[in-house]
């Protein structure tokens, strides 16, 4: 098994549906992220998680919710899909010292809202 | 908000040829790292790099991390066709990873 999986790996919503992807975790990582990808724009954060308690916005939350719901589930929300959501997410994780050990991510979910 | 922009940004080369990817901010980082994407997966970890000036290599590619630790660059010597993908820097601020613009590089046989 991966050590990061998210589902579903593909969706298609309309415009104004509620949608929830999901992510879960096998490294005992205590932090976890959400992240969406846009060619020519690389990655930008969603919100993170430090731990159960904590959550915390990224540069781009509006239009968004996130749950942790345990130490290996984090869930990404959108409320009411717009087009411009259209993009590939991605949850990653990392243990306390990422600076030097990275963020390990899962394989991403490409949505589709139309 | 801390910027990392990667150039170039797209890069179609020939099996053998040498090249470099370069990641530049305004902003100072504690470290850098470097991602590559395939086609349908998540970004994979490929080098971290910690002081100004730091050089590490990785079988054909060397990174450098800049002396005051703004800017950093990839360079691949004799690419080849499974050097293909998106490569991603990645700058570690207190708490979090400020990820570049990306560099797509195919490398055709």
């Known amino acids: 098994d991966a050590d990061v999986t998210q589902t579903p790996r593909n969706r298609i919503t309309k415009t104004g549906k509620r949608i929830m992807l999901e992510c879960s975790q096998t490294k005992g990582h205590d932090r976890m992220y959400w992240y969406r990808q846009d060619p020519g724009l690389g990655l930008r954060l969603i919100y993170y998680?430090?731990?159960?308690?904590?959550?915390n916005k990224g540069e781009i939350s509006d239009g968004y919710s996130v749950s942790r719901q345990a130490q290996a589930k984090f869930s990404l929300s959108l409320e009411s899909a717009i087009p411009n959501q259209t993009a590939l997410y991605f949850c990653?994780?990392?243990?306390?010292?990422?600076?030097?050990?990275?963020?390990?991510f899962g394989s991403g979910t490409r949505l589709t809202v139309v | 908000t801390q910027l990392l922009e990667q150039s170039p940004q797209f890069l179609s080369i020939q099996e053998g040829e040498n090249l470099t990817v370069y990641c530049n901010s305004s902003?100072?980082?504690?470290?850098l790292q470097w991602y590559r994407q395939e086609p349908g997966e998540g970004p994979v970890l490929l080098v971290t790099v910690v002081t100004g000036g730091e050089v590490k290599k990785l079988k054909r590619l060397t990174f450098q991390f800049g002396d005051a630790r703004k800017d950093s660059s990839l360079h691949i010597t004799a690419a080849q066709p499974g050097d293909t993908g998106l490569y991603l820097c990645a700058g570690a601020n207190t708490d979090k990873l400020i990820f570049g613009t990306g560099t797509r590089l195919q490398v055709f046989p």
């Open positions: 902003s100072v980082f504690s470290s």
């Open positions: 990653a994780t990392s243990d306390v010292g990422h600076l030097n050990y990275g963020y390990t």
């Open positions: 998680s430090f731990d159960v308690k904590d959550i």
